[in-house]
T-cell receptor
Framework: DTGVSQNPRHKITKRGQNVTFRCDPI?????LYWYRQTLGQGPEFLTY????????KSRLLSDRFSAERPKGSFSTLEIQRTEQGDSAMYLC?????????FGNGTRLTVT | DQQVKQNSPSLSVQEGRISILNCDYT??????FLWYKKYPAEGPTFLIS?????DKNEDGRFTVFLNKSAKHLSLHIVPSQPGDSAVYFC???????????FGSGTQLTVLP
């Protein structure tokens, strides 16, 4: 399978804990995106990388959120001091002058 | 401020009939529009797109129409099949980053 891979699929954590998600994009894709989706809403843009450079961040991305893409390959999204409002589906997508290809997401539940 | 709006949360159609899903946008900078389909527990899957220089794009049973003056686009599925039952998201983008702004989705149910 050469699609976008996200791990873990599900994460349950207690409020105040830190969590980290991983995304492995399609190998030849140089662009990588993170989105967040809550119930009844469409995905909302969080941040975008071209190769290893983080070029754009949404104002939705508070200081508790940080994303990296070392060496322009896989990416990680870390949320520090999680809050109940962080509960959502976190989607990763990749592209290379093509429509975005999405992974199946990581569902985060903060209790 | 919702820049891409899908005002119908749900739509039911009979198998074999036409499904029409609608989408409105407010940002005149958008120059590329897409439709994605999403099944439960999966990520969105690209369906069809249209550039702002066109008013129609067709791919098999799927046709997207763009009316720039009305800032409106629609997705036609004909004939509809039960396997088309999913949530459909309209999305729009502009600029080189191509990051997408999504609508809130329409749940399509095709009844056998």
């Amino acid at each position: 399978d050469t699609g976008v891979s996200q791990n873990p699929r599900h994460k349950i954590t207690k409020r105040g804990q830190n969590v980290t998600f991983r995304c492995d994009p399609i190998s030849e894709h140089n662009r990588l995106y993170w989105y967040r989706q809550t119930l009844g809403q469409g995905p909302e843009f969080l941040t975008y990388f071209q190769n290893e450079a983080q070029l754009e961040k949404s104002r939705l991305l508070s200081d508790r959120f940080s994303a990296e893409r070392p060496k322009g390959s896989f990416s990680t999204l870390e949320i520090q001091r999680t809050e109940q409002g962080d509960s959502a589906m976190y989607l990763c997508a990749s592209s290379s002058n093509s429509p975005l290809h999405f992974g199946n997401g990581t569902r985060l539940t903060v209790t | 401020d919702q820049q891409v709006k899908q005002n119908s949360p749900s739509l039911s159609v009979q198998e074999g009939r036409i499904s029409i899903l609608n989408c409105d946008y407010t940002n005149s900078m958008f120059d590329y529009f897409l439709w994605y389909k999403k099944y439960p527990a999966e990520g969105p899957t690209f369906l069809i797109s249209i550039s702002s220089i066109k008013d129609k794009n067709e791919d098999g049973r799927f046709t997207v129409f763009l009316n720039k003056s009305a800032k409106h686009l629609s997705l036609h599925i004909v004939p509809s099949q039960p396997g088309d039952s999913a949530v459909y998201f309209c999305a729009a983008s502009f600029g080189s980053a191509r990051q997408l702004t999504f609508g809130s989705g329409t749940q399509l149910t095709v009844l056998p």
